[in-house]
Nanobody, 121 residues
Framework: HVQLVESGGGSVQAGGSLRLSCRGLRNVVMNSCVGWFRQAPGKEREGVTSIDRSGTTSYADSVKGRFNISRDNARALVRLQMTSLKPEDTALYYC????????????????WGKGTQVTVS
């Protein structure tokens, strides 16, 4: 059973930074489209960013210039570096893997982690 595991969430003050990591089977993390999503209480799941196997990235307008997605080939994981965090970034953050057009659209992704909480106050 393919699993993805997120880590790195926590509580920070506005303006702070966090780095999330997404780990899974090497062939899944390194060869699939990997995306980050978030869901705040009472809101729908929102696509944040994605990275395809060639390293091409896509970002939601709300995080452009503040968040950066990258692959760590040596460790077979995908990172999400979040800076200049705002209270509205508070959510449960999920990573996911999938095939097809690599954009942060949940319909592209078939494998999901259980999420890591990010709280910005």
């Amino acid at each position: 059973h393919v699993q993805l595991v997120e880590s790195g969430g926590g509580s920070v003050q506005a303006g702070g930074s966090l780095r999330l990591s997404c780990r899974g089977l090497r062939n899944v993390v390194m060869n699939s489209c990997v995306g980050w999503f978030r869901q705040a209480p009472g809101k729908e799941r929102e696509g944040v960013t994605s990275i395809d196997r060639s390293g091409t990235t896509s970002y939601a307008d709300s995080v452009k210039g503040r968040f950066n997605i990258s692959r760590d080939n040596a460790r077979a994981l995908v990172r999400l570096q979040m800076t200049s965090l705002k209270p509205e970034d508070t959510a449960l953050y999920y990573c996911a893997a999938g095939e097809g057009e690599c954009v942060p659209n949940p319909e592209v992704f078939s494998t999901w982690g259980k999420g890591t909480q990010v709280t910005v106050s």
